[in-house]
């Protein structure tokens, strides 16, 4: 998982998974077979949406995610061939075979008590107006720099694409943590010690903990370190002011994550019909800004997912916000699965894409 843009070249048979028409196939035949049980979408999920040869193709996926280069694309989703509702299930479907817990991303939707489980990311400053302000940069256009958001898996669905630009940046928080440990290893301890990060529940609370954890090797699994952080939230966006002043060495050592990765990065031009899933606690994404233009108009799905077969361990200091993203007990109401982008409840929780 410790890769770089010249060595993750030799392993694109590990990380694309090009969907064929036997596939293609028997995907449709999931998304009939769910029809027709007229179930909501909340319960979608690998015995819904069976697919009997694919599936153990995506629980590699989810394999390749936690033990391998941390993040895979699938493509060849037709989406022009189906309808919104009937893409939603496809992809709601075909991600439960490879993470079957969903994340909330919202806790209300249309003014009423919900767990709104996929976010629509696109610019959605255009029909914002009048709506209240536009808190988070994965609803603009705007280049983001590299971060990562909140769960264990992120997966995006591109249903269009921009006139120009919006490509996907990941990079090895690995290798940008070996950098580090090599070169600055004064920078790898202010990344341990503990941040100010503000609560998404209370106005003016905040907690403090590391922006990366170290897990020791045990007899099953290696040594690992989980990278957790949003500039967001350290330093502001739009109308939102930064928490409290981030010291010399922390305002530093946050660049460094930033320039590392862009150092080590790849890039995808998400096609539309690709799906991508990302280990949210190890690769660091980015995203370039982009043009829309009257015929074509990005448009992404997201979901944050979670695999409690191949989970990795939640850091204690990060648990109370993986227990309000993914327990059950946190539930505000039924799930939900916008057919249409919308402007989301106010909140800090929400990071970009």
């Known amino acids: 998982m410790a890769w770089d843009r010249d060595s993750i070249s030799s392993y694109k048979e590990e990380y694309i998974l090009q969907l064929n028409h036997s596939q293609l196939e028997e995907i449709s035949g999931a998304l009939h077979h769910f029809k027709s049980l007229g179930k909501p979408l909340e319960l979608l999920d690998p015995t819904t949406f069976p697919l009997p040869s694919l599936h153990y193709i995506l629980r590699g996926v989810s394999d390749n995610i936690h033990s391998g280069t941390g993040f895979t694309l699938v493509r060849g989703i037709p989406v022009d061939r189906y309808s919104a509702e009937e893409n939603m299930i496809i992809y709601i479907g075909l991600s439960s ?162 320039f590392l990765a862009e150092k080590f990065h790849i890039s995808m031009q998400l096609r539309k019909g690709d799906m991508q899933f990302i280990n949210n606690l190890s690769i660091l994404h980015s995203r370039k800004g982009y043009k829309d233009g009257p015929q074509h108009k990005r448009h992404l799905l997201r979901l944050w997912l979670r695999d409690p077969s191949n989970a990795w361990p939640t850091p204690e200091k990060l648990r109370h916000k993986w227990n309000a993203l993914y327990n059950r007990e946190e539930s505000r109401g039924p799930q939900v699965f916008p057919l249409c982008p919308y402007t989301r409840s106010a909140g800090k929780s929400n990071t970009a894409v």
């Open 97 to 258: 075979h490879v993470g079957r817990i969903r994340g909330r991303q919202d806790h209300q939707y249309n003014g009423y008590p919900a767990d709104v489980v996929v976010a629509h990311i696109t610019d959605m400053r255009p029909s914002s107006k009048g709506n209240g302000s536009v808190t988070l940069a994965s609803y603009t256009n705007d280049e983001i720099p590299f971060h990562t958001d909140v769960g264990d898996i992120v997966s995006l669905l591109t249903l269009s694409e921009p006139a120009e630009g919006g490509e996907s940046l990941l990079a090895s928080g690995w290798r940008v943590y070996n950098e580090l440990a090599k070169t600055r290893p004064d920078l790898v301890e202010a990344l341990a010690s503990d941040w100010p990060i503000p609560s998404s529940k209370e106005e003016g609370l905040t907690f403090y903990r590391p922006l990366i954890f170290h897990q020791d090797s045990s007899e099953t699994t290696s040594e690992r370190v989980l990278i957790h952080f949003s500039r967001r939230s350290l330093v502001g966006f739009g109308s939102l002011s930064r928490t409290r002043l981030l010291s010399v060495k922390q305002a530093e050592a946050l660049d460094s994550l930033h």
